[in-house]
């Protein structure tokens, strides 16, 4: 097993008087994309903080890489994150974004050249590198920060909401670009777009009032979580417990089961099946009944 990217165990974070974490326990593993998702306000954006080392914790541990964040500043160097505000310099070219970036980060200028090209090269249709940032569309813009995220050797990427105000076909070139970056590294990625966590994640946090409240995989659009049925005597019970109909005498069996098994199961207990439906659960369901 590889040692998780992240690991946060028990973690409180206050701002004055506020407790915005309250015993947040999350585990990041070391490849694929990872989702943050919750309402606003309900602590996705302290959580990155705490991993970038923003904020103390009031208890708890976290550990990126096993660099603890609170204590060693230089758990920068394995982070590249990448914020609403991108943090582009509108007034000179793409290209010169990425090598000024390189630079920054301490590379030389002979380091920062190539790898600004790479990055471009990376990106299935980049804007040109010539051109000035302040000139290019949105989505865009976006491509160039993204392919920014990636360009260096950091072995964690965080992305919030990167494709917060795109339109449909920018934010689903915006996807492919982030599944095409992130075959090589870890990405945390916090989105409000549920159909964006379930399409590119392989593991999903939902956060509410400060705590993970659901840790998996996104469950796929297609997963039962119940069944309607209707039986002959208008009687019915599940795993020995009577259930109650509804008004037009249809009763809801939850379970995880799949049909073919939920069916038996039903049969078996004695029951004379007239109708039988299975019922997609997706991520918004879970979402709402967990978060709503
Ligand atoms: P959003 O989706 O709106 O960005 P979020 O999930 O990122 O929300 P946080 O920004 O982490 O949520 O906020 C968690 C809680 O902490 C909220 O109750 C928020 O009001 C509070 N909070 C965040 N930043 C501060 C601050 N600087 N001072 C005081 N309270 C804060």
């Known amino acids: 097993m590889h040692e998780p990217a992240v690991a946060i165990r028990s973690l409180a974070v206050d701002y004055g008087r506020q407790r915005a974490l309250d015993g947040l326990d999350l585990e990041v593993p070391s490849s694929g994309v990872f989702g943050l998702l919750g309402r606003n306000g309900a602590g996705k954006t ?36 990448l914020l609403s505000d991108d943090g582009l310099v509108a007034g000179i070219s793409v290209r010169e974004n990425l090598v000024c970036w390189a630079l920054v980060n301490g590379c030389t200028i002979r380091q920062a050249r190539p790898l600004a090209g790479e990055a471009l090269r990376r990106v299935s249709s980049p804007p040109p590198g010539g051109k000035l940032v302040r000139d290019l569309s949105t989505g865009a813009r976006r491509t160039v920060a993204l392919a920014r ?17 795109l339109d449909p076909v920018a934010s689903a070139e915006c996807r492919d670009l982030i599944r095409h970056l992130s075959a090589d590294r870890p990405v945390l990625l916090s989105t409000h777009n549920l159909s964006e966590a379930a399409e590119l994640c392989r593991q999903v946090a939902i956060i509410h009032l400060g705590k993970v409240v659901f840790d998996g995989p996104p469950i796929p659009h297609d997963q039962v979580g119940a069944y309607l049925v209707k039986v002959e005597d208008g009687r019915l019970s599940w795993e020995g417990r009577p259930l109650a109909a509804d008004e037009t005498g249809q009763f809801t069996v939850t379970t ?34 967990l978060a709503g």
Do not use: C, H, N, Y
């Open 46 to 81: 302290t959580t990155i903080r705490a991993i970038a080392g923003l904020v103390k914790p009031a208890a708890g541990t976290v550990s990126v890489l096993g660099t603890d964040p609170a204590s060693d500043p230089s758990v920068r160097k394995l982070l590249s994150i």
């Open 149 to 165: 995220s990636f360009m260096l050797d950091r072995p964690l990427v965080i992305l919030d909401e990167p494709t917060a105000s």
């Open 256 to 289: 995880q089961m799949p049909p073919a098994d939920a069916l038996s199961a039903l049969v078996a207990s004695g029951a004379r099946v007239t109708e039988f439906k299975p019922l997609r659960r997706s991520l918004s369901d879970v979402f709402l009944e």
